[in-house]
């Protein structure tokens, strides 16, 4: 891995358009590897409290007395207090940088657990809800945007889809806590379960502070000799590195052939005019882009893996298991799986590609759905006790459905999601994609009890399945094949035609004198 400092001038060639790019390196930068970690291990938080919820919710409703209703509410709330913080998120990491918004989100979501694990009541849990909500919120963010960001193009699904790694292991930790205090009287059981989730967010919060800043947001800044030094590190050769600089400073624009280490940038590029950009007049492209992200976003949490994770207990007492301990190692189980099964998927985004595995993914969600829908009818419908066949029917869809949905549609949301956005637009387009996902899935969690009372258990996960089916056939027509991309060429996939991408070089060409405040080569002509 080269970590030599690079000059600010180089025999790199002026135009990367003119020479063919590296191959792509087949080993890991260890580097990078330890960024990603370090920062996607803020997802740990999200995945904590949805799996910690799932146990917690059935001591809570007996020890405060409260209804279905609430417990709904509750459970689901969260989702929606993470739109403040994922819609702060964009402006935030583009003021004060990837790194230390992913510490404002550790330390946000610190007071929640806090709050939570003390709660005298319904109303005081509530506002725990209500703070740490606005810290996963920032956290969903920042973390896969930092990551794609740091990431070199070789080994980017590999990283990017580390979010949904620790998000998999929060949930499993959750499930564990539950199993482990379940055996606490009723008032304390919850309490811990909830407030233990402070610990992790401390060390996350010291953690991240080891992280360099993610490179494009410090180009973004016109801090190219910083930049420069940590795509060194992240890159596996420094033509590597220059390649991806130079890119970079397109995006940004600043002339390719400037090569000092402090540049003065416009305000624009700070993140100014990006959601007229991106809402009011995107270009065709932008807007496909924006559709791709939203799409994927809102697909994964409706074809309904937040009913499975968090009620999983729910779905497996009307399987016929009502033991509070059998119910919980269920879950544990459940939470296992779905661990095993992201590991998987990380080591094949890269090798296998998005698409391939996306639609496989979808595919066996469909299958597990409508096996789980037909199980679940059975049991409820049979007058002559538990029917052993269909609880082991419900069992293994539930852990069939989570394997699935782990091996493509859950990481692979956050990995292209984050990294289909151009560089101006990337924060708040990543932060309105967060958006879309916390708002279907605080719907699905907080509606998902009624929605079973209504139309039976059974008939809702059938519901599920044929969303998924309808999300199949968007991801098949709709989404193009990212693996091996760089971030910066992702705009040649949504139809952005060569003509206007020389275009767009000449308006940036135009309006260098009010971008950059630089003599460069090209004034004479423009």
């Known amino acids: 891995m080269g970590q030599q400092n690079l000059e600010a001038k180089t025999d790199v060639p002026a135009s990367f358009s003119d020479v063919e790019k590296p191959p792509l390196p087949k080993k890991k930068n260890k580097f990078a590897f330890a960024c990603a970690t370090l920062a996607s291990m803020t997802s ?83 506002v725990g809800r209500f703070i740490a909500g606005i810290g996963v919120g920032y956290a969903l963010m920042v973390a896969p945007v930092y990551t794609a960001e740091v990431s070199p193009a070789s080994s980017r699904g590999f990283l990017t889809s580390f979010p949904e790694v620790f998000i998999n292991i929060g949930i499993l930790l959750g499930y564990v806590s539950n199993y482990a205090f379940s055996h606490l009287p009723e008032h304390l059981s919850w309490r811990l379960m909830l407030g233990i989730g402070a610990i992790p967010s401390v060390f996350l919060a010291f953690g991240v502070l080891a992280m360099p800043e993610s490179p494009r947001w410090l180009v973004m800044q016109g801090r190219l000799g910083d930049a420069r030094k940590v795509l060194v590190k992240t890159s596996d050769t420094p033509e590597e590195a220059e390649t991806r600089l130079s890119e970079i400073k397109d995006a940004a624009g600043i002339p390719e052939d400037c090569n000092d280490d402090v540049v003065t940038v416009s305000k624009k590029c700070h993140g100014e005019g990006v959601w007229k950009e991106l809402l009011i007049h995107p270009t065709p492209s932008v807007r496909k882009v924006l559709i791709c992200a939203i799409g994927i976003h809102f697909f994964q949490q409706s074809s309904g893996i937040d009913a499975v994770v968090l009620y999983s207990p729910r779905v497996f007492k009307k399987a016929g298991i009502t033991n509070k301990s059998k119910l919980l190692g269920a879950t544990v189980g459940v939470g296992f799986t779905k661990t095993l099964f992201i590991l998987v998927a990380t080591f094949w985004l890269d090798r296998v590609g998005r698409r391939p595995l996306l639609l496989s993914s979808v595919g066996g969600m469909i299958a597990s759905l409508m096996v789980l829908g037909t199980g679940l009818t059975v049991v409820d419908r049979s007058a002559e006790g538990t029917v052993m066949w269909a609880v082991a029917a419900c069992i293994a869809s539930v852990l069939a459905y989570v394997a699935f949905f782990s091996i493509g549609l859950g990481p692979i949301t956050w990995v292209y999601s984050s990294e289909i956005f151009p560089l101006r637009l990337r924060a708040q387009g990543a932060s309105m994609g967060v958006a879309v996902n916390r708002v279907t899935s605080g719907v699905i969690s907080m509606t998902f009890i009624s929605l079973y009372k209504a139309i039976t258990i059974g008939g809702s996960f059938y519901l599920f399945a044929g969303v998924a089916t309808i999300a199949w056939v968007f991801f098949f027509t709709y989404l193009p094949e990212t693996r091996g991309r760089t971030l910066e060429d992702m705009g040649s996939l949504f139809g952005k035609t060569s003509h206007e991408n020389q275009n767009s070089k000449e308006d940036d060409q135009l309006g260098q004198v009010g971008q950059v405040q630089l003599v460069t080569a090209n004034n004479g002509h423009t």
Do not use: C, K, W
């Open 44 to 126: 740990i938080l999200l995945g904590y409290d949805i799996g910690v919820m799932s146990g917690a919710a059935i001591f809570i409703q007996d020890d405060l007395h409260v209804s279905d209703t609430q417990i709904e509410i509750l459970i689901g709330i969260l989702n929606i207090y993470s739109l403040i913080g994922s819609g702060l998120a964009g402006r935030t990491s583009d003021a004060i940088g990837r790194r230390y918004t992913i510490v404002l989100a550790a330390v946000i979501f610190f007071v929640g657990a806090i709050v939570m694990g003390f709660a005298p009541n319904y109303a005081v849990l509530m």
